[in-house]
Structure formats: C-alpha cells, structure tokens
C-alpha cells in the first residue's frame, strides 16, 4: 500500500516538474524575502536563563553590584616576576588600553594601577586605606625602591591571588562591558568587540 502511494506521487511530482520547481522557486524567494529582517544578536541578556529566579535577582541589583559582563585580561611573564619596570609599565600600559575600549564601564577597570585598588595598613592614627600605586607612583620613574613599595603593598592589600598571580609571574586587569554602548545607544556588538581584542 505504501509502495503504491510513493510510486504514485513520484508519478504525480515527475509528471509536473515544471510547475514543482516554479513553486519551490516562489516558496524560496518567499524566504529569502522573510530572511531580510533577521540579525545576529549574541548579547549578554540573552546568554542568561531571564526566568530563573538567580537571574531575576542579578536584575534587580545588576546596577549596585559589579556585574556578570566581565573581561579578563592577564598580563604573562614568561621568565620571571612581574616586578620590574618594563612588565610593570606593560601593565599600565595594557590596563590604560582596556579602560579606553568602546562599551566598558570604565569606573569598573581594576588593576594594580587604578585607584580602585587599595591596601589598609595599621597606623598610630588607626586603619589607613590607600591607592596601591596613588598619585604619587609614575610609570616612567619605577625605581627598584618603588616597585619595592607596590610590591609591599600588593601584599598588604591581600592582592596576590587575585589581581597578582601566586607566584608573581602575572598580573590580571578585569572590567565590566555594558551591553548598551553609552557613547552611541547601541547594542555592544559582541563579535566585533571580540575582533578588537584581538
């Protein structure tokens, strides 16, 4: 019985292959019409079960709390630490460059050179909290004293894990990218964003 039908409507198509091809013709153009308005868009939201109730509390707080949308970037040396003048001013150097990339929150950058960081100290006067590097630190005028001093203090601020490697051989700078660029109102354009890095 099956047999039957199939050969019957191989028979029915075959004897009207002109009329099957101008339709399939017309139903791809049809298509292809549709397709016009589609784009790709791999933002962050999307990437995110919006329903799940961790989700929905990140939401409610995303503005408070450091976000999600995060880059990393570590900066490597192959032989020996990081604290010598040229990695160190490799450093600021790469760490100037993430916070000047189009759709990051630039309050966000964290490195050993922004003045987010800070290391407490005990004093006679109490708890002092200062800047890592402050203003008072050049990138141009490292002396073995002063990357002494940052190195001191790195550890002081409880720094070496996290922003400083274990075994001092790399430093990481992080940042929050903000899915809408504030500068143009657009959708950060992830693959593009991704081709920048690069």
């Given at each position: 019985?099956?047999?039957?039908?199939?050969?019957?409507?191989?028979?029915?198509?075959?004897?009207?292959?002109?009329?099957?091809?101008?339709?399939?013709?017309?139903?791809?153009?049809?298509?292809?019409?549709?397709?016009?308005?589609?784009?790709?868009?791999?933002?962050?939201?999307?990437?995110?079960?919006?329903?799940?109730?961790?989700?929905?509390?990140?939401?409610?707080?995303?503005?408070?709390?450091?976000?999600?949308?995060?880059?990393?970037?570590?900066?490597?040396?192959?032989?020996?630490?990081?604290?010598?003048?040229?990695?160190?001013?490799?450093?600021?150097?790469?760490?100037?460059?993430?916070?000047?990339?189009p759709a990051v929150k630039r309050a966000s950058v964290t490195s050993l050179w922004t003045p987010n960081v800070f290391f407490t100290e005990i004093t006679e006067?109490?708890?002092?909290?200062?800047?890592?590097?402050?203003?008072?630190?050049?990138?141009?005028?490292?002396?073995?004293?002063?990357?002494?001093?940052?190195?001191?203090?790195?550890?002081?601020?409880?720094?070496?894990?996290?922003?400083?490697?274990?075994?001092?051989?790399?430093?990481?700078?992080?940042?929050?990218?903000?899915?809408?660029?504030?500068?143009?109102?657009?959708?950060?354009?992830?693959?593009?964003?991704?081709?920048?890095?690069?």
């Amino acid at each position: 019985m099956l047999a039957r039908l199939v050969s019957w409507l191989e028979a029915a198509l075959f004897r009207r292959r002109a009329a099957v091809l101008i339709f399939l013709a017309v139903v791809t153009a049809a298509f292809a019409w549709a397709a016009r308005g589609l784009h790709m868009d791999a933002g962050f939201d999307k990437q995110l079960p919006q329903g799940h109730e961790y989700i929905e509390t990140f939401n409610a707080f995303r503005d408070q709390v450091f976000g999600a949308n995060r880059l990393t970037v570590v900066v490597h040396r192959k032989e020996g630490t990081i604290w010598n003048a040229d990695a160190l001013r490799i450093l600021n150097l790469v760490t100037e460059t993430v916070a000047a990339l189009p759709a990051v929150k630039r309050a966000s950058v964290t490195s050993l050179w922004t003045p987010n960081v800070f290391f407490t100290e005990i004093t006679e006067d109490g708890f002092s909290a200062l800047p890592l590097t402050g203003g008072d630190i050049v990138p141009d005028r490292l002396s073995p004293a002063l990357i002494a001093q940052i190195r001191n203090r790195t550890t002081l601020g409880g720094h070496v894990g996290t922003l400083v490697s274990r075994d001092h051989s790399s430093a990481m700078i992080t940042a929050e990218l903000l899915d809408i660029d504030p500068l143009n109102g657009k959708k950060l354009d992830y693959v593009a964003f991704n081709r920048l890095l690069e």
